[in-house]
């Protein structure tokens, strides 16, 4: 028996080939070049065929080499944060009609997936006070580097500015997207004291050549951004599209992109229901405010409202494809089909099941968490946050001597600490770590904490 | 047959959107630790509200998401899932798109807390178990496609055709060599040219011949020192073996362009044939299509990349490595191109993907392949001679993982599309198959039931598209009436995309119901 294969039986197969009329399935493969023929099967898994209970004793063993905390949570930051999954969210992403669907290319037997997407669109659009978000992108870092394509089509200008504070594989990963087009990316460096980019050197830098500004809110040392309209004044005035980065969570406090002139908004919703599972799926978010070369030039799925032919009901389909691959080819606004749609229904789960009040006090208790961190740490002679300006669920901590030799302390106290910054972009500081502090961090935790750092010290 | 029930009919529910039924006051869900709130804001002396707010950063109000009990929560979506179809309802052979059973072991243990906890930016030693397992996958990956090495940060096949194009492109410019085009056939799914163009690159496209294959003199006609390379799939969208490869990879390479292969239909020669074998210098794959992860309504999936000889160096980094018996990521990157997305790719899919080929082994995968073509071969059996279709491209020539045949006598003689043919299928309880692709047959049903379809449905299937096609001969205005046994009728498109009606979210909606002039 070949598992997940049904007719792979002696009886059916020889039935069906006898139908089909050859007498040996590799007649089917006649066309295929003997040359290239393999003749005896690749050298790969086990070499066997496993029973479910041989496959969960031989990855249990392997699994067993992993180390996960939960008590405390890790306390590393770097754009992705432990924060508690509601168990309900996997149920509802676990329903079979849901997870082992494709793209619903056909509405009418879809009409569930259909609504529950355009549902997160909604929800989403809410809290960015966004008019438009598309389905998902795969991840922030590449919905960042599609915003810049869609900016430089947008505009048919060939330079982009990107805030030198966000995460530095977002900035890696924009620059390797753009590889392909002849434009200049040019970093706007940050004000060492406040952790803010510096509107001079934006002044500075900006053109009518520029065809975006992006930066990100909170940005890669959690520190949120000041004077954003005057970041979003520079940008129009030279007639390039602000582009904003947001951590979602925090909008539950924070004022949303959609109040200060952003036009592209792009982030992650991780914090929103989906797991850590080692940085990946993620869903990344695009949204554009009501524009019409805004939403033509957006990447990706879009789902909206519509009528049955008939007139007598609503429905939903995916709409404006004219965009995509499948239509438009070499002059689609993105390559992108497959993306992380499945995950939006978890973040729509996940936002009705808190409501907005319920968001607004999460982000309320993360702040609380992670500012009380910050000043325990402050407390035993840290420099925590090392940055002036405000800050949402990531700080970066500088500490009197390398981080590396108290994060290896935390460890043999079962914790593990900040995300080191010695050798990562921007700062090469072997002094200073990131870390996060969510609603997954009890006070004894952050209090555990500060006290296995007070003993390294 | 005991003919328990008569007629497919799909659930429907009056369910509202969340709008409807929810309130920004209402919520199912408890704060953690919320009793110690209190002393920590003691401990820090202020409000969030005070601070954020005296720097011009507060929210005024709580954003108007409406929220639920747990129990609506979960009612209201399940209740969508009923009106949702995937491969555990019936089979969905939607041909390009491989629509494989997702064994549930898999997802049993892609959950396990030692993988769901893990932070990516942990210490390498607390995640060996899972590097050992990528490496492992990489290992099998790179023997199954005859490659070097593959990365796997890749999200999806979309963004590693981007990955490979981008490759190319900066494998020549090291060499100081300008090449900017790209051949891509006609069949080409959509994405290997918006791909290739998003690497920048000219896209010039080679027709197919009569027999459904590349054309080779087409190609030799157009190669030159500005082609870069050639993206391909082979078996080829029409599920054709391109049985000239061997030469056509030659020409290429003899031009000092590159092929780069298109893993998105490897599931009918996966452990027969290697691309690498083939002549291929890059290749991508759909870990969501071949290696059974779930396609989630539209992803997570999960897309590799793997490269032969000189192109190896120009993967994206990190990958994984291992030094006695320790894994580890290694980031240097001299020629490679850089990082593809943030992390290390879609983890979960990705440890799917190695429990399907865990399970399976070599042998195992080569017999699910094989099962695949007798399938296709055996659905072409039983549409053979049915009127109304036809099988466009040298009939005689078996096909492989999937197969595309044509609706067009049915049109011409009807009036009844494949659209409408597709809306037919819908009403009997199975799902349609890929519609209008691709481009080069017209009226087009492109159908993959992979190895997962049992004999029988593939019967019923077959049965179904013959009575369709009878019911359009007697009434085919009928046939366009169709679907109504599903949750809705057949919906409107053009409404749905008028630039005065179109709606992509509930805050447009109450715009235009306030009346605001929304044009787009
Ligand atoms: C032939 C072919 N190539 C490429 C792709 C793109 O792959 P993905 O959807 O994983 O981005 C697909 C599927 O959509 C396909 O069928």
């Known amino acids: 028996m070949l598992p997940w294969a049904p007719s792979a039986n002696k009886k059916d197969r020889e039935y069906m080939l006898k139908t089909i009329g050859v007498s040996d399935a590799l007649e089917l493969y006649s066309d295929v070049p003997s040359k290239a023929l393999l003749k005896k099967p690749p050298r790969?898994?086990?070499?066997?065929?496993?029973?479910?209970?041989?496959?969960?004793?031989?990855?249990?063993?392997?699994?067993?080499?992993?180390?996960?905390?939960?008590?405390?949570?890790?306390?590393?930051?770097?754009?992705?944060?432990?924060?508690?999954?509601?168990?309900?969210?996997?149920?509802?992403?676990?329903?079979?009609?849901?997870?082992?669907?494709?793209?619903?290319?056909?509405?009418?037997?879809?009409?569930?997936?259909?609504?529950?997407?355009?549902?997160?669109?909604?929800?989403?659009?809410?809290?960015?006070?966004?008019?438009?978000?598309?389905?998902?992108?795969?991840?922030?870092?590449?919905?960042?580097?599609?915003?810049?394509l869609a900016a430089l089509r947008v505009t048919r200008r060939k330079k982009v500015l990107v805030a030198n504070n966000v995460h530095p594989e977002h900035l890696e990963v924009?620059?390797?997207?753009?590889?392909?087009?002849?434009?200049?990316?040019?970093?706007?460096?940050?004000?060492?004291?406040?952790?803010?980019?510096?509107?001079?050197?934006?002044?500075?830098?900006?053109?009518?050549?520029?065809?975006?500004?992006?930066?990100?809110?909170?940005?890669?040392?959690?520190?949120?951004?000041?004077?954003?309209?005057?970041?979003?004044?520079?940008?129009?005035?030279?007639?390039?599209?602000?582009?904003?980065?947001?951590?979602?969570?925090?909008?539950?406090?924070?004022?949303?992109?959609?109040?200060?002139?952003?036009?592209?908004?792009?982030?992650?919703?991780?914090?929103?229901?989906?797991?850590?599972?080692?940085?990946?799926?993620l869903l990344g978010i695009y949204a554009t405010r009501w524009d019409r070369k805004l939403v033509r030039q957006m990447p990706g799925r879009l789902i909206g409202l519509t009528k049955t032919v008939d007139g007598e009901e609503q429905g939903f389909v995916m709409i404006l494809q004219t965009r995509e691959q499948h239509i438009r080819r070499e002059k689609a606004t993105s390559n992108i089909t497959s993306n992380e749609a499945l995950l939006a229904v978890a973040a729509a789960a996940f936002l009705t099941l808190l409501g907005g009040k319920g968001l607004r006090e999460l982000a309320r208790t993360i702040w609380i968490r992670s500012h009380y961190a910050a000043?325990?740490?402050?407390?035993?002679?840290?420099?925590?946050?090392?940055?002036?300006?405000?800050?949402?669920?990531?700080?970066?901590?500088?500490?009197?001597?390398?981080?590396?030799?108290?994060?290896?302390?935390?460890?043999?106290?079962?914790?593990?600490?900040?995300?080191?910054?010695?050798?990562?972009?921007?700062?090469?500081?072997?002094?200073?770590?990131?870390?996060?502090?969510?609603?997954?961090?009890?006070?004894?935790?952050?209090?555990?904490?500060?006290?296995?750092?007070?003993?390294?010290? | 047959m005991t003919g328990l029930r008569k007629g497919w009919r799909q659930a429907k529910w009056e369910e509202p959107l969340v709008y409807d039924i929810g309130d920004p006051e209402r919520t199912g869900y408890i704060i953690p630790f919320k009793d110690e709130e209190g002393e920590m804001l003691r401990e820090l002396g202020s409000e969030p509200e005070e601070a954020l707010k005296e720097k011009g950063l507060l929210r005024e109000e709580a954003p108007p998401l409406p929220g639920m009990s747990e129990v609506e929560v979960v009612r209201h979506f399940t209740r969508l899932s009923q009106m949702s179809y995937g491969v555990d309802v019936g089979p969905v052979p939607l041909g390009s798109c491989t629509m494989k059973y997702n064994?549930?072991?898999?997802?049993?243990?892609?959950?396990?807390?030692?993988?769901?906890?893990?932070?990516?930016?942990?210490?390498?030693?607390?995640?060996?178990?899972?590097?050992?397992?990528?490496?492992?996958?990489?290992?099998?990956?790179?023997?199954?496609?005859?490659?070097?090495?593959?990365?796997?940060?890749?999200?999806?096949?979309?963004?590693?055709?981007?990955?490979?194009?981008?490759?190319?492109r900066k494998y020549f410019s090291d060499q100081?060599?300008?090449?900017?085009?790209?051949?891509?056939?006609?069949?080409?799914?959509?994405?290997?040219?918006?791909?290739?163009?998003?690497?920048?690159?000219?896209?010039?496209?080679?027709?197919?011949?009569?027999?459904?294959?590349?054309?080779?003199?087409?190609?030799?006609?157009?190669?030159?020192?500005?082609?870069?390379?050639?993206?391909?799939?082979?078996?080829?969208?029409?599920?054709?073996?391109?049985?000239?490869?061997?030469?056509?990879?030659?020409?290429?390479?003899?031009?000092?362009?590159?092929?780069?292969?298109?893993?998105?239909?490897?599931?009918?020669?996966?452990?027969?044939?290697?691309?690498?074998?083939?002549?291929?210098?890059?290749?991508?794959?759909?870990?969501?299509?071949?290696?059974?992860?779930?396609?989630?309504?539209?992803g997570p999936g999960a897309g590799v990349v793997c490269a032969k000889g000189p192109l190896v160096d120009y993967l994206p980094r990190p990958l994984v490595e291992k030094k006695g018996d320790k894994y580890y990521w290694d980031y240097r990157c001299e020629k490679c191109i850089g990082r593809m997305r943030a992390y290390y790719g879609n983890i979960v899919p990705l440890v799917k993907a190695f429990l399907y080929i865990a399970s399976l082994g070599g042998e195992g995968l080569r017999e699910t392949a094989i099962q695949s073509v007798i399938n296709t071969n055996y659905f072409i059996a039983l549409m053979r001679g049915t009127k109304g279709y036809e099988l466009p491209y040298d009939p005689t020539r078996p096909r492989k993982h999937e197969v595309v045949i044509s609706a067009?006598?049915?049109?011409?003689?009807?009036?009844?599309?494949?659209?409408?043919?597709?809306?037919?299928?819908?009403?009997?309880?199975?799902?349609?198959?890929?519609?209008?692709?691709?481009?080069?047959?017209?009226?087009?049903?492109?159908?993959?039931?992979?190895?997962?379809?049992?004999?029988?449905?593939?019967?019923?299937?077959?049965?179904?598209?013959?009575?369709?096609?009878?019911?359009?001969?007697?009434?085919?205005?009928?046939?366009?009436?169709?679907?109504?046994?599903?949750?809705?009728?057949?919906?409107?498109?053009v409404a749905a995309n008028h630039p005065r009606s179109v709606t992509p979210t509930y805050r447009v909606l109450l715009r235009r119901l306030r009346g605001e002039k929304l044009i787009l």
């Not at chain 1, 952003?262 to 229901?273: E, H, K, N, S, W």
């Not at chain 2, 190895?451 to 009434?475: D, F, T, V």
């Open chain 1, 44 to 148: 790969v898994g086990f070499g066997r065929i496993l029973s479910e209970w041989e496959l969960r004793r031989i990855v249990n063993n392997i699994l067993d080499k992993n180390r996960y905390f939960t008590s405390p949570p890790p306390f590393l930051g770097g754009g992705i944060c432990f924060h508690y999954v509601p168990a309900v969210i996997d149920s509802i992403i676990s329903r079979n009609e849901f997870y082992t669907a494709y793209t619903p290319y056909q509405p009418e037997i879809n009409q569930g997936l259909l609504q529950a997407f355009f549902e997160y669109q909604s929800l989403m659009a809410d809290l960015l006070e966004m008019d438009v978000v598309n389905v998902s992108m795969y991840d922030w870092s590449t919905a960042a580097a599609e915003a810049m």
């Open chain 1, 174 to 281: 924009i620059k390797t997207w753009l590889l392909g087009k002849s434009v200049e990316i040019r970093t706007i460096g940050f004000n060492e004291e406040t952790g803010t980019i510096k509107l001079d050197e934006l002044e500075r830098n900006i053109d009518n050549d520029t065809a975006a500004v992006y930066i990100e809110s909170p940005n890669y040392f959690g520190v949120l951004e000041q004077g954003l309209e005057a970041i979003a004044d520079i940008a129009h005035k030279h007639g390039a599209l602000f582009v904003v980065g947001v951590e979602p969570l925090s909008l539950g406090l924070i004022r949303p992109p959609g109040s200060y002139g952003a036009d592209i908004v792009v982030g992650d919703a991780q914090p929103l229901g989906i797991g850590l599972n080692y940085g990946g799926p």
């Open chain 1, 375 to 457: 000043k325990k740490l402050r407390g035993i002679g840290i420099e925590a946050p090392r940055f002036s300006s405000e800050f949402f669920k990531e700080f970066v901590a500088r500490f009197p001597k390398p981080y590396n030799e108290i994060h290896k302390h935390l460890r043999s106290k079962n914790i593990m600490g900040g995300l080191y910054l010695g050798d990562k972009p921007p700062l090469y500081d072997k002094h200073s770590a990131l870390f996060c502090v969510t609603e997954a961090h009890s006070k004894k935790d952050i209090d555990l904490l500060v006290t296995a750092i007070g003993e390294a010290l």
């Open chain 2, 103 to 168: 064994p549930k072991i898999n997802e049993a243990i892609a959950r396990d807390p030692r993988i769901a906890y893990l932070h990516p930016y942990q210490d390498e030693d607390t995640v060996q178990g899972l590097l050992e397992m990528l490496y492992l996958l990489e290992k099998w990956l790179a023997e199954l496609t005859g490659m070097d090495r593959c990365s796997l940060q890749l999200p999806a096949g979309a963004a590693g055709e981007l990955t490979g194009a981008l490759m190319i």
């Open chain 2, 176 to 298: 100081g060599e300008n090449r900017d085009e790209m051949l891509i056939p006609d069949s080409a799914h959509g994405t290997n040219p918006a791909s290739a163009a998003m690497a920048g690159f000219k896209v010039i496209r080679i027709p197919s011949t009569q027999s459904g294959t590349v054309d080779l003199e087409a190609v030799e006609a157009v190669l030159g020192p500005r082609v870069a390379g050639m993206m391909l799939t082979n078996p080829n969208t029409l599920g054709i073996f391109e049985d000239k490869i061997l030469e056509l990879a030659d020409m290429l390479h003899s031009n000092n362009s590159l092929l780069y292969y298109d893993g998105a239909n490897l599931n009918g020669i996966m452990g027969l044939v290697r691309p690498g074998d083939m002549g291929f210098d890059i290749v991508h794959l759909n870990l969501h299509k071949t290696f059974s992860t779930p396609h989630g309504g539209g």
């Open chain 2, 408 to 493: 067009k006598p049915l049109e011409r003689e009807t009036g009844v599309r494949a659209l409408d043919v597709a809306k037919a299928l819908l009403d009997t309880g199975l799902h349609a198959p890929t519609i209008y692709f691709p481009l080069i047959v017209d009226e087009a049903l492109m159908i993959e039931f992979t190895e997962s379809e049992p004999r029988r449905e593939i019967e019923r299937y077959a049965n179904a598209l013959k009575k369709i096609a009878e019911k359009a001969y007697k009434n085919p205005e009928e046939v366009k009436k169709t679907p109504r046994n599903t949750a809705v009728t057949r919906l409107d498109d």
